[in-house]
Structures are given as C-alpha cells and as structure tokens.
C-alpha cells in the first residue's frame, strides 16, 4: 500500500500528491481485496475488537495465524523437552561408566568396564580400545595394544578433528572390531590423548543410523578423556592375576 500512512484519525497532511484519511484507506482495501493475503504479516499486527455473534473475518484469521505459531512454539517446545529428557538419561549412563572407570583397580577391570558399562550401557553392539602405553600381553577382547595407533583399522577417519561418528561397510566394520555384519553399520570414533596419541576408541552399532555424523561428540569426546587417563596411571600396574 504504498503511499499511505496509517493512523487512528482522520489524516489530512498530503503526501505523494495523495490527501490520505480513513475513506481513502478504506477505498484502497475495498479495490484491493486480497492485499491482507499478500501482506498476511499485518494481520497479527492489527487490533479489532469481535462482538459476540459478529463474524469478521481479520479477527478469524487473526486467530488461526496466533494458532499456528501456539502449535508451533508447542512443537519446538516439546522438540526441546525432548532433547533435554535424552540428555539427561545420556548423561547418567556417561557418570555411570566414569565412576565405574574410575574404580576400576587394573587393566582387566577397565575391560569389564568397557564390555558392561560402554556396549550394554549405551546400547551398543560393540567396543574396542586400542592403547599403545601397555604391554602387548596386556590384550583383553575390549583393550587391546597396538604399537603404532595410526596403524589401527581407520585411524584416518579420525584424523583433523580427533573423532569420526558415521557409516561403516561391513568390511571396515569387521576390520575395526573383529565381528562381521550383512550390512551397513555405525560406529564412533575418538582418538586418546591430548597432546600425544595414546589410542583411539571405537564404539560399534549394527544399526546404520546409531551414531551418525550430526550426532553431538560431547559425551563421546568425554568418555575418551577419562578413558585415557585411567590407561595411563594403570598400564604400569600389574593385573590381579599377575599378582597371584
């Protein structure tokens, strides 16, 4: 509507050429009578009142734009409740298995850790973590040494920002954790070590669409934090059975 201003009396300064007052607006909207569906933005800037038993048409369309944007913010309120519910439960299983790390007395016991809290607890399929700072008869199924970490099945993946969440074929998903699947999995991926490379953790699902590359790498990253400091203070340590 180019050329007019609005206001809540009748208007008398001219502009463009043009004496603007309520009739003249009026026979704007009358010779335009789609222009609110072009401008539908104005509509929930206006104020009209409704009687009761008066039907007018603004004042309905009115309400179905606020009742769209109430749907809307429910929608992306309950998106949000939603994220936060799925924190919550990820970050107990992430305290869960710290403390678990934390109390473990030697290698073996980060092992159990690894095969209890880790794949059952997250629901995975499987996990493995490669460590260079033991001794290679230090292997258990989870833990196992590796002398050189870039040598490990798909390090590279993980090479420029430290962890990889996505796609595995079948053959990588066998090379990296030592079980065949007849498709498609998932897998996440962080290195240990800040500074220097200690090892590299894997965490393995058969389901393609368990750990995907737009997943959040916080608990991952943190979990892999812990991880390598409990390795490096026990790597040195004999296990329970070597004692006896």
Do not use: W
């Amino acid at each position: 509507m180019s050329g007019l201003r609005r206001s809540d009396h009748a208007m008398s300064e001219p502009h463009d050429g043009l004496l603007l007052n309520d009739a003249t607006v009026a026979g704007y909207l009358r010779s335009h009578p789609d222009f609110f569906e072009r401008m539908p933005a104005l509509i929930s800037e206006l104020s009209l009142p409704h009687d009761a038993g008066q039907a007018v048409s603004l004042v309905e369309r009115q309400v179905s734009i606020l009742r769209e944007r109430n749907i809307d913010m429910r929608q992306r309120l309950s998106e949000l409740l939603g994220a936060a519910n799925d924190n919550d439960t990820l970050f107990e299983k992430t305290r869960t298995l710290t403390l678990a790390l934390v109390a473990a007395p030697d290698l073996e016991a980060i092992d159990a850790v690894l095969a209890t809290e880790l794949i059952e607890g997250f629901s995975a399929d499987c996990a493995v973590c490669y460590f260079s700072q033991a001794h290679p008869e230090a292997s258990h199924p989870h833990l196992i040494y590796a002398e050189s970490i870039q040598e490990v099945p798909l390090f590279h993946l993980t090479q420029g920002t430290g962890i990889s969440c996505g796609l595995l074929r079948p053959d990588e998903f066998e090379a990296l954790f030592g079980t065949r699947t007849e498709s498609e999995g998932s897998a996440a991926i962080v290195q240990l070590g800040h500074g220097v490379l200690l090892g590299m953790l894997a965490i393995g699902s058969k389901d393609p669409e368990r750990f995907s590359p737009d997943m959040g790498t916080l608990f991952v990253r943190f979990i892999g934090d812990i991880l390598a400091r409990r390795l490096v203070v026990l790597a040195t340590r004999p296990s329970a059975a070597d004692e006896s």
